[in-house]
């Protein structure tokens, strides 16, 4: 059974600050994987993918992924009020995405 | 460009009937996957869908069942509801692995 850990917070960061939020997986073959976040009441909006090793950045995003310890991380810079959320870490294999349970990010003004 | 549509957006519905729900994915793709969450959990995968053929069944029970069209829409049908099945269920749409999910049907079982 694939399983994607997350730790469930809450995670409160003031606002301005650089939120970091983890990500371990079980499956050492896979090979995708993805950052979601997800507002209350709202679906799953795709905000990063990553591929290989290393940093991938995308504006105030920075995904990052050691396939050898199994862990992907999510940097968001500058944290904003509007980036208070639920992030979902989604492993892709031959059964579809397998998600984690999300973080739930709180930024402070 | 219309991104991914499901209907309805909620539903209620009572033990023991049936469900039928729809997806239209993104013009072009031909790919949808359906996927539950209930609350306070990630989305858990049901179904894959590619040209029409299965390619991919997570671990849900035989009363849920799926099918995709000749224009890449899809159904997912759960029979036999249970009060567990109350949840909300997202279609995704791909021409590859991560997918843009639709705004999703909120299933609640009376």
């Known amino acids: 059974q694939k399983e994607v850990e997350q730790n469930s917070g809450p995670l409160s960061v003031p606002e301005g600050a650089i939120a970091s939020l983890n990500c371990t997986y079980s499956?050492?073959?896979?090979?995708?994987f993805f950052w979601y976040r997800q507002y209350s009441g709202k679906s799953p909006e795709l905000i990063m993918s990553?591929?290989?090793?290393g940093d991938k950045e995308d504006g105030r995003f920075t995904a990052q992924l050691n396939k050898a310890s199994q862990y992907v991380s999510l940097l968001i810079r500058d944290s904003q009020p509007s980036d208070s959320a639920t992030y979902l870490c989604a492993v892709y294999g031959a059964d579809g995405l397998t998600f984690g349970k999300g973080t739930h990010l709180i930024i402070q003004p | 460009d219309a991104g991914v549509t499901q209907s309805p957006t909620h539903l209620i519905k009572t033990r023991g009937q049936h469900v039928t729900l729809r997806c239209s994915p993104i013009s072009g793709h031909k790919s949808v996957s359906w996927y539950q969450q209930v609350l306070g959990q990630g989305p858990q995968f049901i179904f894959q869908y590619y040209e029409k053929e299965e390619r991919g069944r997570g671990n849900f029970p035989d009363r849920f069942s799926a099918r995709q069209f000749p224009n890449y829409s899809s159904e997912l049908n759960v029979n036999a509801l249970l009060l567990g099945d109350s949840a909300l269920y997202l279609c995704a749409s791909s021409w590859r692995e991560g997918g843009s999910f639709g705004p999703g049907t909120r299933l609640l079982v009376l």
């Open positions: 990553i591929y290989s090793n």
């Open positions: 499956d050492r073959g896979s090979q995708s």
